[in-house]
């Protein structure tokens, strides 16, 4: 555990502001530190004039480039615990979130599709149930710890995005579509779609995140989404599900770069996708939103999140 000093100097360097520190500390259980100061911040989202943006995005953040806070960095990872939650809570309850889990900062969008999956096999259905309500507490965590810096949830297409996903690993054709709410194998294809991205996304973030007491919670948040993307995999090898999850990998891998940060099933025994030294895989925010867009190029909409994200980071890469 780290001692009352340490907490407190992470806290004032890298928290938004009073506000934003006290409310996570009361997530975080860290009341009664005394702790003040004001955030430094050494990243930044890059404005119109600045080489950091993507070709082509000029404009789309005007101004200078500014700090990249934690607290926008959370906000992104609240963005794509919405998602998550969405699907696991739609198919397993067969409703979405509750009222109180989803307003904030930014326009509050609708949900389009999503059904409650009937589950013939039980163990199946005990890890998507226990998934669900990790995605729910994920959501629930985020955003007592962000308090009235939370971005609300933004529209969300669970819909025709999985049809545009599937015609992009070549599972469907024409005018076939894809429904991952239509059956057990088809609700762990879709969600192969997400947890791998979860994993790379918390892992590309963690560079970014300054304040110590952030970076433990994105840890340990990682560390659950890689325990589902394990779960998910290993379900769908021994179900012989192993070459459509490597059609789903390769489409993702074609979204976010030259560089290769996705691994399929190979044989139905790659359990772990890693790179030569056994590390997970990492995708910055951008890399991420191109796969949630379902874009290679740097736009700001598209794909899972139809009006975008909410929040400071939301241009693709």
């Known amino acids: 555990m ?31 530190l005394g702790i003040g100061g004001a955030m430094v911040a050494g990243t930044a989202v890059a404005g119109a004039d600045s080489p950091d943006i993507p070709p082509g995005v000029g404009g789309l953040i005007p101004g200078p480039a500014q700090p990249i806070t934690d607290s926008a960095i959370l906000n992104f990872a609240l963005n ?7 699907f696991y809570s739609r198919a397993v309850f ?20 999503g059904t409650k999956v009937n589950f013939t096999t039980k163990a ?6 226990e998934i669900a309500e990790d995605e729910v507490a994920h959501v629930r965590f985020l955003r007592k710890a962000l308090g009235n810096q939370a971005v609300a949830r933004p529209a969300i297409d669970l819909d025709a995005s999985f049809t545009a996903a599937a015609k992009a690993a070549g599972l469907v054709s024409g005018n076939q579509k894809f429904d991952p709410f239509a059956n057990e194998q088809n609700f762990l294809l879709g969600a192969f779609v997400f947890e791998d991205v979860g994993v790379t996304a918390y892992k590309g973030a963690a560079p970014l995140v300054g304040n110590k007491t952030y970076l433990d919670a994105a840890a340990g948040i990682l560390a659950v989404e890689a325990y589902h993307a394990g779960i998910i995999r290993t379900t769908l090898s021994s179900l012989g599900l192993a070459d459509s999850a490597s059609a789903i990998s390769d489409a993702r891998d074609s979204l976010d ?3 290769d940060k996705d691994q399929g099933l190979a044989g ?11 590390i997970a895989f990492g995708r910055t925010p951008f890399q991420v939103l191109n796969v949630v867009y379902l874009n290679p ?4 909409s598209g794909g899972f999140l139809p009006k975008g994200a909410n929040g400071a980071l939301r241009v693709s890469g």
């Open 268 to 278: 139905g025994t790659n359990l772990v996708p890693a790179d030569g030294n056994a």
């Open 124 to 129: 199946i259905a005990n890890y998507a149930k």
């Open 80 to 86: 794509l615990e919405y998602l998550e939650a969405e």
């Open 94 to 113: 067969g409703k979405g979130l509750d009222d109180g889990l989803v307003g904030g900062i930014g326009p509050l969008g609708n949900v389009t599709g």
């Open 2 to 32: 780290f001692d009352r000093t340490f907490i407190k100097n992470s806290i004032s360097r890298s928290a938004e502001n009073p506000v934003d520190r006290r409310r996570f500390m009361r997530a975080a259980g860290l009341t009664g």
């Open 297 to 300: 190029g740097p736009v700001t």
């Open 257 to 259: 770069g030259s560089a």
